[in-house]
């Protein structure tokens, strides 16, 4: 995928984006005996747009900011706020 794909995919609008040309995460299968570079390519492949695919009846879009924390710290940080809540 090169970088003109890559930002064609990134703009995808989930208001009118047709769902059922999505492919639906929950039936993305990763075997996880394949070296982790062939994962990633597998699942790229399988999903389509990595960016914007469904969860069932859920349109997900998936972006990412140059600046800040990691997508798992930032996970991190959330659900220990979560914690402090209850």
Known sequence: MDNQQTNLLCQTDIQTVDIQNL??????????TMKKTD?????????KNPYCFRCKNTVVKVSFCSEGGSFQ?????????????E
């Open 39 to 47: 994962r990633i390519q597998n699942f790229i492949r399988d999903i």
């Open 73 to 85: 710290e930032l996970l991190q940080d959330y659900f220990s706020t979560l914690s402090h809540c």
């Open 23 to 32: 492919v639906d995460i929950s039936d993305v299968k990763i075997d996880t």
